[in-house]
């Protein structure tokens, strides 16, 4: 069974930095699986947003609003990916979801919560 389990977020003010983690357990860690690493974030009365991505290959993707503060990454034959945030500003406040996409499914975390005041 496939479980993928968010960490690190918190309230901090506009200029700090959190760390999320997610924590996936069922899923081939391998180089050779396709999986394709994803952060989402949600905002009351909003669509989920894909924020940032990374393949098993290590390539990386970013929305435009977080280039340059956002940092995404995958420990080597783990299924345990980290974004780092940095700059915070007030409308990175969000659910934010961890989802692990691969042939056998898309799976998602339960979500934690970021809240950056001003």
């Known amino acids: 069974q496939v479980q993928l389990v968010e960490s690190g977020g918190g309230l901090v003010q506009a200029g700090g930095s959190l760390r999320l983690s997610c924590s996936a357990s069922g899923i081939d860690p391998s180089a050779n699986a396709i999986n394709w690493y994803r952060w989402y974030r949600q905002a009351p009365g909003t669509q989920r947003e894909l924020v940032a991505s990374?393949?098993?290959?290590?390539?990386?993707n970013y929305t435009d609003s977080v280039k340059g503060r956002f940092a995404i990454s995958r420990e080597s034959g783990k299924n345990l990916v980290i974004l780092q945030m940095n700059n915070l500003i007030p409308g990175d406040t969000a659910m934010y979801y961890c989802n692990i996409w691969n042939l056998g499914g898309n799976y998602w975390g339960q979500g934690t919560q970021v809240t950056v005041s001003s």
């Open positions: 990374i393949t098993a290959g290590g390539v990386t």
